[in-house]
């Protein structure tokens, strides 16, 4: 049995992080070890799964109109009745806002829009063309979180 390294071709120079054309989310460590991610449910670890999804599937471009319906998460495996309370604990660890609040009526309403808050995201203005702004990382402002009852508490944040 060959081991690793023993007369192999690896070469640390032939080794790509992300293979040519593949959409990717970059996360940072303090991201992933902050007390906003260890402390999500299971469904809100699975939501912002889809989210990133929706926002390689525009190349990274998007982020701020994000458009996942009910049904997009419901085949992810969040229940339709635990959708909007995910949605919310998303928002209170200050990892997704909602730009704007859609309404449902019979297929033909409008979509909320979403964004990642540690993404960089687009904005559009009136008069002009679009531009980008660096993340907000507004997870970094959680202090902590009660693990029953999802009550978060902020620092107090100067305007």
Known sequence: ??????????KPSKVRDV????PFVQKAVKLLESR???????????ML???EVEHCRHAGKENGY????????VEWGI???????????????RLLVVEHKGRARGGDGQPSLYRLTYLKS???????????????????????????AHQWCHRSVPP
């Open 1 to 10: 049995m060959k081991k690793f390294g023993d007369g192999s071709n690896f």
């Open 19 to 22: 293979p040519p054309g593949q």
């Open 36 to 46: 906003a991610m260890r402390t999500l449910s299971r469904h809100a670890h699975l």
């Open 49 to 51: 799964l889809r989210f």
């Open 66 to 73: 994000l458009v996942v319906t009910y049904d997009q998460f």
């Open 79 to 93: 229940p339709r009745k635990l959708v909007n309370p995910t949605i919310m604990e998303l928002v209170n660890a």
């Open 122 to 148: 687009k904005y559009v203005p009136i008069s002009g063309s679009p531009y980008f702004i660096e993340p907000s990382n507004d997870w970094e402002k959680v202090r902590y979180q009660t693990a029953r």
